[in-house]
């Protein structure tokens, strides 16, 4: 059975910094790329970065290029995001999503879900 287990989200003010994790299991974790997601209230699920089998391949959206990070440790199954400067855009219940074949970003391509974690950003 095929777990992801996202911990890590809060409450934080403007500018701040949260560091999320994922932790995988039941499924060969170096197979898979990896991505997270995030829905805010009233919106669709959004892509936010992923990064491929190695780690050594990240991409993430416009919006947060430059203070986010996606990295994935293999010894420990976790894939992490690192965001800085939070905004209070970036409010929202955050998912940590595995794919096996699938190369884009889509959440209906992703093979996997966790159940989220809630980030709040107070300005």
């Known amino acids: 059975q095929v777990q992801l287990v996202e911990s890590g989200g809060g409450l934080v003010q403007a500018g701040g910094s949260l560091r999320l994790s994922c932790a995988a299991s039941g499924l060969t974790f170096s197979m898979h790329r990896m991505g997270w997601f995030r829905q805010a209230p009233g919106k669709e699920r959004e892509f936010v970065a992923c990064i491929n089998r190695s780690g050594d391949s990240t991409y993430s959206t416009d919006s947060v290029k430059g203070r986010f990070t996606i990295s994935r440790e293999g010894a420990k199954n976790t894939v992490y995001l690192q965001m800085n400067s939070l905004k209070p855009e970036d409010t929202a219940v955050y998912y940590c999503?595995?794919?096996?074949?699938?190369?884009?970003?889509?959440?209906?391509?992703?093979?996997?879900w966790g159940k989220g974690t809630l980030v709040t950003v107070s300005s």
């Open positions: 999503a595995a794919a096996l074949w699938y190369s884009g970003y889509d959440a209906k391509g992703m093979d996997y």
